[in-house]
């Protein structure tokens, strides 16, 4: 099975729990994923609310510090380029997309955004669910969408080569991206409200307009998004949200964004391990070739486009 997953929150972990990318207790450990081939997994950066300007920017740091030395004694590629995407694919390898979950990263200074980059973030949500120098997240109840700041920052990541991610961004911060936006954005962990109607999942307005900017949406494991009874949550309702997407003809843009390690998960799964039964699944449901797109296909197809 391959697999190219979205979003987790594993790094955040090793970090604030000095932990490890290798601890079997978490829900993705790069020990217990050595049978899935290729893997590649965006690791996230998660700066939660409360942080801003320099504890903001030294829980970057601390997060980078602790990838670089997790990956110095693996075989693991950070990919930065559409080129180590593909090694990765073509030689069946694990890799990771390093990403940010929140532009408080940023600290409010637009010269980060190069930083970021040079340091190897590939992608980036504009915020959390609160508010930050870029705009208001879903949480913030009278959304007043991007700011002067968060408008520069989204021409400043087109230009740099950092994707644009509008999960957790509020509905007018969505479409204030929509309307400025001139290259492909990303939904990395959102699922469908019209099936769950929470806050964080993704209107059939949001659908279209994201398959229209030839993006992508990451099938999220969350078990809030998943089934308004969250105790009943199963892996089959993973399936439902993908069938929904597919119905309303956005499976072309569709891959997975577990949110592993940042979420409470069915319980019908572990975490990575369980990966290869969902697959199974997905293929009893969709068939094989509508199934290895969403699991590796699209996303593989959309960041070796958008990493050139």
Same mark, same amino acid.
């Given at each position: 099975?391959?697999?190219?997953?979205?979003?987790?929150?594993?790094?955040?972990?090793?970090?604030?729990?000095?932990?490890?990318?290798?601890?079997?207790?978490?829900?993705?450990?790069?020990?217990?994923?050595?049978?899935?081939?290729?893997?590649?997994?965006?690791?996230?950066?998660?700066?939660?609310?409360?942080?801003? /300007?320099?504890?903001?920017?030294?829980?970057?740091?601390?997060?980078?510090?602790?990838?670089k030395e997790q990956l110095e004694a693996s075989s693991i590629v950070w990919c930065r380029s559409a080129d180590d995407i593909e090694f990765v694919s073509k030689n069946h390898r694990q890799g990771i997309i390093l990403t940010v979950e929140?532009?408080?990263?940023?600290? /409010?200074?637009?010269?980060?955004?190069?930083?970021?980059?040079?340091?190897?973030?590939?992608?980036?949500?504009?915020?959390?669910?609160?508010?930050?120098?870029?705009?208001?997240?879903?949480?913030?109840?009278?959304?007043?969408?991007?700011?002067?700041?968060?408008?520069?920052?989204?021409?400043? %990541?087109?230009?740099?080569?950092?994707?644009?991610?509008?999960?957790?961004?509020?509905?007018?911060?969505?479409?204030?991206?929509?309307?400025?936006?001139?290259?492909?954005?990303?939904?990395?962990?959102?699922?469908?409200?019209?099936?769950?109607?929470?806050?964080?999942?993704? %209107?059939?307005?949001?659908?279209?307009?994201?398959?229209?900017?030839?993006?992508?949406?990451?099938?999220?494991?969350?078990?809030?998004?998943?089934?308004?009874?969250?105790?009943?949550?199963?892996?089959?309702?993973?399936?439902?949200?993908?069938?929904?997407?597919?119905?309303?003809?956005?499976?072309?843009?569709?891959? %997975?964004?577990?949110?592993?390690?940042?979420a409470d998960i069915p319980s019908d799964m572990r975490g990575i391990e369980s990966v290869e039964e969902l697959y199974r699944l997905f293929v009893k449901r969709f068939g094989e070739n509508i199934t290895n797109d969403i699991f590796f296909?699209?996303?593989?197809?959309?960041?070796?486009?958008?990493?050139?």
């Amino acid at each position: 099975m391959r697999l190219f997953d979205l979003h987790c929150d594993t790094l955040y972990r090793a970090f604030t729990e000095q932990s490890t990318l290798f601890n079997d207790e978490f829900h993705i450990s790069f020990n217990k994923s050595s049978g899935i081939s290729p893997y590649i997994q965006c690791l996230a950066i998660w700066i939660p609310d409360e942080y801003r /300007g320099k504890d903001a920017v030294a829980l970057f740091d601390g997060c980078v510090a602790k990838l670089k030395e997790q990956l110095e004694a693996s075989s693991i590629v950070w990919c930065r380029s559409a080129d180590d995407i593909e090694f990765v694919s073509k030689n069946h390898r694990q890799g990771i997309i390093l990403t940010v979950e929140s532009g408080a990263a940023l600290a /409010g200074d637009l010269h980060r955004i190069t930083e970021l980059y040079d340091i190897g973030v590939r992608m980036m949500t504009l915020t959390w669910n609160g508010s930050n120098e870029l705009g208001d997240g879903i949480g913030i109840t009278e959304n007043g969408g991007l700011s002067e700041f968060g408008r520069m920052a989204v021409h400043e %990541m087109e230009k740099t080569g950092i994707i644009v991610d509008i999960s957790h961004a509020g509905e007018k911060l969505f479409w204030d991206v929509e309307s400025i936006a001139e290259k492909p954005f990303v939904a990395s962990h959102s699922n469908a409200r019209s099936i769950t109607p929470h806050r964080r999942n993704l %209107m059939d307005e949001q659908i279209t307009a994201l398959v229209q900017h030839k993006g992508l949406i990451g099938l999220n494991y969350c078990v809030d998004f998943l089934n308004k009874d969250k105790t009943k949550a199963k892996m089959c309702d993973i399936i439902d949200h993908a069938g929904y997407f597919i119905e309303y003809g956005a499976g072309s843009a569709l891959a %997975m964004g577990a949110d592993f390690d940042g979420a409470d998960i069915p319980s019908d799964m572990r975490g990575i391990e369980s990966v290869e039964e969902l697959y199974r699944l997905f293929v009893k449901r969709f068939g094989e070739n509508i199934t290895n797109d969403i699991f590796f296909g699209n996303a593989f197809r959309f960041f070796t486009e958008n990493l050139k």
